[in-house]
């Protein structure tokens, strides 16, 4: 059975060290008094719940599924989830990042980001149940009306109730601008809505009294497309007017997906038979306001892609230094043992740096991520809360499907670390790889994720929001190239800096006579563009290091060693996929689809 131990020292380095979060928090009036020792007792204690209460039940979780009653439409999740899920609610971990107008504790996004790494780490599929419960909490806040707010959000806060986004149907993906949800206005303001959706994780399950779907829907006289999308708060059973609740909605589980991986949650295909909802927003409106959701939803997704690659690396490490196996090709390193141990062997090493190199470089983008986030919500001035927005929107493409490529990379070398151990279940390698996977599928395909970023992200505003993270890097380049210890760091961080300018300006220049020409090289940008983020948090992470490799403190001399892995084996990728991009679009659609 994998063990895992949250990685507490790498996320107050990244925390404290890299960042200095807590100078950002003085500086937003609704954390201005949040200290480190508060960060870190937070994270201590998130730590414990997840390696002690959520960590036991993940392979038996996976093992056992869910089960779905067909007469009454019940879902039941694995054993344990239940009891978890109390102890979570009854920890105030819901609250943590929630408004304390509503019953939350205010802390950080920072904080909560951190938290659900470890989470994730611990058991993706159970985590997925609160998960998209912040979303719909966001969603809500954002944009829904004041009886809305008091009647969901005290519940969402506290975790009495959870939430679900429901999407996409059957024949749509995520092109919902083909959907056919449809929703009758009644006489006392609400609406009858009727239709079917499917993949809605946690859609149904019994850890909670009442669970809040937001449903994208369309009215009788919406326009085609995704002009004429309107938005739901759908609840399970109706909610009274004093709070209690009421019938039972028409919404229900019409059955499960039979799965991959993420086996523990709910994956639902959700019926609406006549429903009740109501508006969230304004009529035809309704994916602006889920978009609040939807990149909630994929900053998370991003998060649980680091979860695994972190618990998938801390397990190859323990098994490659316990297997025996060989000896090493250099002469024998344990004469007292039948054979070396498996991490002596150099292709074993690179697959675990692989990993581990994967993991601090998300773990430092996560927290930056979240940090500018924090920025964004709760800056004073107009003009730095839209700076940081601008970042996040420009980041959370990267954090999505970067990450997520990432950790498919890593789990499926942590299960190679294991041989033939790693394909069987009790060894717990097998279901990271299976869990992964999904991710980079769901809250919109790598590939979309990768047109967000090149088509709208940079393209669409003539590169403006790339220009300010190209100054970012510059400045840093600028600042510490004059250090000889930096330059295995700022020299090839500047070369990739140039290239993505150049790689920039010769697709948007294609794309003007072909606009198939983003489709073509979006995917290999994307991935560009996340090493250049990668190689400017590695440079920062290695000038700590290097600052304090003296003082005796073994975690900055490994930090080092992984930042020139990192330098030396990860990042050179980028010269192949700069020419794959480059390569255009002719190669892709010249042959007839007749000869396919």
Known sequence: MPQYNPPLRDMQFVLHELFNVVDTFRTLPAHADIDVDTVNAVLEEGGKFAAQVVAPINLSGDAEGCALDKTTHEVTPPKGFKEAYAQYVEGGWPALSCDPAFGGQGLPHTVNQCFYEMLNSANQAWTMYPGLSHGAYECLHAHGTDAQKSTYLPKLT???????????????????????????????GTYKITGAKIFISAGEHDMVDNIIHLVLARLPDAPAGSKGISLFVVPKFLVNADGSLGARNGIYCGGLEHKMGIHANATCQMILDGAVGTLVGQPNKGLAAMFVMMNAARLGVGCQSLGLTEVAYQNAVAYAKDRLQMRALSGVKAPEKAADPIIVHPDVRKMLLTARAYAEGGRALCVYTAMKLDVALNAADADERQEAEDEVALLTPIVKAFITDNGW???????????????????????????????????????????????????????????????????????????????????????????????????????????EEVGSAAVDYL??????????LWARMAKVALDKQDSGDTFYTAKLHTARFYFAKLLPETASLIRTARAGVAPLMAMDEALF
């Open 409 to 515: 990379i890593a789990t499926s070398h942590c299960m190679q670390v294991y041989g033939g151990h790693g394909f069987i279940h009790e060894w717990g390698m097998e279901q990271y790889v299976r869990d992964a996977r999904i991710n980079m599928i769901y809250e919109g395909t790598n590939t979309i994720q990768s047109l967000d970023l090149l088509g709208r992200k940079v393209l669409g505003d003539n590169g403006k929001k790339l220009k300010k993270l190209g100054k970012m890097v510059a400045a840093f380049v600028e600042e510490e190239g004059v250090r000889e210890d930096m330059q295995e760091f700022i020299n090839p961080l500047a070369d990739l800096g140039e290239k993505v300018t150049k790689l920039t300006m010769e697709i948007g220049m294609k794309a003007m006579g072909n606009p």
């Open 158 to 188: 506290s975790g009495e109730w959870t939430g679900t986004m429901c999407l996409t149907e059957p024949h749509c993906g995520t092109d919902l601008g083909l959907l056919r949800t449809k929703a009758e206005p009644q006489a006392d």
């Open 527 to 536: 991935r560009v563009v996340g090493h250049l983020v990668y190689a400017y």
